[in-house]
């Protein structure tokens, strides 16, 4: 009788399966991820390629008449024949471009919403606000860069003083009799550049705010405040009329509308240089693709002797970046107000305005 012989087999273990399921199952897996990839990437690249085909909004942060908002019509209206669609453009203007701000970055990033953000809210606001509800760097693309303008010491015509050590002589004298003079700012840029004015002379003023800078130069031709920093191209009709005088430029170098009048670098006031910007932006996630024919298309535009021109006599120069130069320009900028803000001493606002 032939004998059995038992064969041990060791089971194996539940925990750790076959390698060649496993090899099957990580294949699979792979498969399952990369196949809705393979699809989208097409019709991605398929939307970018059609892209635009409806109207395209753009935020601005700022009132009609102010600068921002003229130098964003006139982007807007020469970005139409190379996109071939209209750029519209929103004022949710009001609390530091934290609404504009807020509102872009909700927005479906697919090339319909762009942000016209400027120094005020994509630099100073961090600083400003303990609970800024959009992290600037993080919540959007870089797209391009606009303008550039320089601020400046603005008055009545009928203030007594013609430059900057008189009014400094002025100021204090009212200081002195218990009625400081009042200034104006309508944003960040024109309340930050009127403390540094403050602490560099040392003259007592008291400021008034506003919605925004084209209000505030109303009040000022009207008698209800003293001065404002504000910017050339709100108060160029009045400065032209003779309504108002400006008495410096907050810049290194005179500006070329206002050539008479110098500077805060030669008045003896070096820390009272301002220099304001305006700058492209798209919700985070806006296709590459989209973002690099934005650029090319205003570039090209801001690049045009005809367009320097335009904003030339709106007192604004062209800023051309690419998104790379612009996203380190930002960086940049956010350090450099620190500095101002902290030198202008302006106090932290608490909350989200």
């Not at 760097?137 to 603005?154: E, N, R």
């Not at 002025?170 to 024109?190: C, D, E, F, I, W």
């Not at 090209?300 to 320097?308: A, E, S």
């Amino acid at each position: 009788m032939m004998s059995l012989h038992r064969i041990a087999v060791r089971p194996r273990s539940p925990q750790r399966p076959h390698a060649g399921l496993r090899r099957a199952v990580a294949a699979l897996t792979a498969l399952a991820v990369a196949a809705p990839l393979a699809i989208l990437a097409p019709a991605a690249a398929q939307a970018a390629e059609d892209w635009p085909r409806r109207p395209i909004r753009m935020l601005v942060p700022f009132p009609a008449g102010s600068a921002t908002d003229g130098a964003a019509r006139l982007i807007a209206d020469a970005l139409r024949e190379p996109l071939g669609q209209t750029v519209i453009i929103e004022n949710p203007a009001g609390a530091d471009g934290i609404i504009a701000a807020q509102q872009a970055k909700r927005a479906k990033p697919d090339g319909y919403t762009l942000f016209m953000s400027t120094n005020s809210a994509h630099a100073a606001n961090r600083m400003l606000y303990d609970d800024l509800p959009y992290d600037p760097q993080k919540d959007f693309t870089a797209v391009s860069g606009l303008i550039q303008i320089p601020l400046a010491v603005l008055v009545r015509e009928d203030f007594p003083a013609d430059d900057l050590a008189g009014f400094v002589s002025v100021a204090r004298q009212r200081a002195a009799s218990n009625k400081p003079l009042a200034y104006g700012s309508g944003n960040t840029s024109s309340l930050v550049a009127g403390e540094l004015l403050k602490h560099s002379t040392g003259i007592d003023m008291i400021n008034v705010p506003y919605r925004g800078n084209p209000q505030a130069m109303q009040d000022l031709v009207a008698g209800q405040i003293d001065v404002i920093v504000g910017d050339p191209y709100s108060s160029m009709a009045f400065l032209t009329s003779g309504r108002m005088k400006a008495l410096a430029v907050t810049a290194s170098e005179r500006h070329p509308l206002l050539p008479q009048v110098p500077t805060t670098l030669e008045a003896g006031h070096p820390d009272v240089q301002v220099i304001t910007w305006a700058a492209l932006f798209a919700p985070t996630g806006t296709d590459e693709a989209i973002v690099q024919r934005l650029n090319q298309e205003i570039n090209r535009v801001l690049d045009t002797p005809d367009f320097r021109e335009k904003l030339l006599r709106m007192a604004m120069t062209p800023m051309i970046m690419s998104p790379r130069e612009l996203t380190a320009f930002v960086d940049q900028e956010i350090i450099d107000w620190e500095t101002h803000i902290q030198l202008a001493n302006v106090p932290r606002k608490s909350g989200q305005p």
